[in-house]
């Protein structure tokens, strides 16, 4: 196997479990390459809002003249987005090898896909001779393949309910699974405005090194501007950050404290930190495509991150139609999901995704007809995101705008055939 696509293809195969939660097995084999960072490394764990603190710190840590390596998950399009190293994807060379290097290591060791692929990314940035290691989380935290790094500073974005079969069913037992990459002694920047008691109960018995939203750093602004407070430190006058959506500025202001936290061995300067935010770029979060229609793409996939989704949509302004491109996993809260965005929607266009994990595009409309109280609304279902985006395309008046969200898949099947080129293709019938 010489190619990414091969050792993706083989990883798929390997593992009898898709998800299978645990460190024993990869830290084993961790251990047999010799896995480790000489550099700051910076963990990011939280249910909302992980991709966006990984973004805001690696744009203003560039921007600052660090070498940043970035590992985040899921992709988008291609499976080289999960490894970024000085801002850029790494190439499917270095990730083939990378791969190769890990099946030489682990022997009989059975590794998951998620297992496999995180050791070989990790295998990529300790060869990138960095200055500072972003690493998101993938599933929860205490047992995610990440977790066997040990961080010199945390991150906790907001933690809500998601996953419940694997991290429990309610705030403080999820809470519990995110604290889990705490270190002792370590600092560990808590984002979420309303932490669950078992996150500030596990920094305590710790000895962790607590920096808590609203207690030890916030931030206030107006429409034009916004400023940050910590410890003993202020920024002022800052432009919002180029992420759109209010929610952005929780998760900056994040960043900012862990930023402050790592000062005395990455220090970083204010105008580092102005140029960063202004800059930061991550497709799928609240990304608006202009055009006619207006396209807004948004991974949201669970309730929480959808009621953000509506706020920002919100927000927008008025538009006469909003149609809707919609796909989701099946084990999701998907009542509440649709709920939560159903006021603001005039057309739905449920779509298929290519995952087993995913509910059917029938399965989605007939949940949506369970709950709906609206009589003017229309729906039909797809076979595929690029489909249903066609349908609304096709449907849509230059001043409407249209939504595609629901999953990392949704937005993905989306990105991959080219918004500019529907766009184009509609204004030109």
């Known amino acids: ?28 084999v961790s251990q047999r390459m010799g896995v480790h960072f000489e550099c700051p490394v910076i963990t990011v764990a939280g249910t909302n809002g992980k991709g966006s603190t990984c973004a805001m710190l690696e744009a203003i840590l560039l921007e600052a003249g660090y070498r940043t390596g970035v590992y985040t998950s899921p992709h988008l399009v291609e499976f080289e987005e999960r490894c970024r190293i000085h801002g850029q994807s790494a190439s499917a060379d270095q990730l083939a090898l990378a791969f190769a290097l890990v099946e030489a290591a682990r022997g009989q060791v059975s590794l998951s ?9 990790m295998q990529v940035l300790m060869q990138s001779r960095l200055d500072v290691v972003i690493l998101e989380v993938g599933l929860g935290g205490r047992l995610d393949a990440v977790n066997i790094i040990d961080s010199d500073c945390a991150i906790i974005t907001s933690i809500d309910i998601d996953h419940t079969s694997l991290l429990g069913t309610d705030r403080e037992r999820i809470g519990f699974e995110k604290a889990g990459i705490m270190r002792s002694g370590k600092p560990v920047v808590v984002s979420d405005p309303v932490p669950p008691d078992s996150v500030i109960a596990h920094a305590a018995s710790l000895g962790a090194q ?25 920024y002022s006058g800052l432009a919002y950050p180029a992420l759109r959506g209010a929610n952005q500025l929780i998760n900056a202001s994040g960043v900012l404290a862990a930023l402050e936290v790592l000062r005395p061995r990455i220090p970083v300067t204010a105008q580092a930190v102005r140029n ?25 996939h669970n309730p929480h991150s959808v009621a953000a989704l509506a706020a920002n949509l919100d927000a927008m ?17 998907l009542q509440r999901m649709l709920a939560r965005v159903a006021p603001l929607v005039d057309r739905w266009y449920f779509t298929d995704l290519p995952i087993p994990r ?36 096709s449907s849509a008046k230059p001043t409407d705008r249209i939504v595609v969200f629901g999953s990392f898949y949704t937005v993905g099947g989306v990105l991959k055939v080219g918004i500019p080129r529907l ?7």
């Not at 196997?1 to 084993?28: F, S, Y």
């Not at 920096?211 to 202020?234: P, T």
């Not at 006619?292 to 949201?300: F, G, K, R, S, T």
């Open 317 to 333: 302004g008025f538009y006469p139609t909003t149609h809707a491109v919609f796909g989701a996993m099946a084990d999701k809260d």
């Open 113 to 121: 896909y998620f297992e496999f692929s995180t050791l070989a990314i």
């Open 210 to 234: 607590l920096w808590r939203f609203g207690q030890d750093f916030n931030f206030s602004g107006d429409k034009l501007q916004w400023a940050w407070a910590g410890r003993g430190r202020r």
């Open 423 to 429: 766009h184009a293709k509609h204004l030109s019938t």
């Open 358 to 393: 995913a509910a059917s595009a029938e399965q989605l409309q007939k949940l949506w007809l369970a709950g709906n109280r609206r009589t003017d609304v229309i729906c039909s279902t797809h076979l595929s995101p690029d489909a249903a985006l066609h349908a609304a395309i």
């Open 1 to 28: 196997m010489n190619k990414l696509q091969d050792w993706l293809a083989h990883c798929e195969q390997l593992h009898p479990l898709t998800i299978d939660m645990g460190l024993d097995r990869v830290r084993e």
């Open 276 to 300: 960063g935010l202004a800059m930061v770029e991550l497709p799928g979060r609240f990304q608006i495509v202009p055009g006619e229609p207006v396209v807004v793409l948004d991974v949201a």
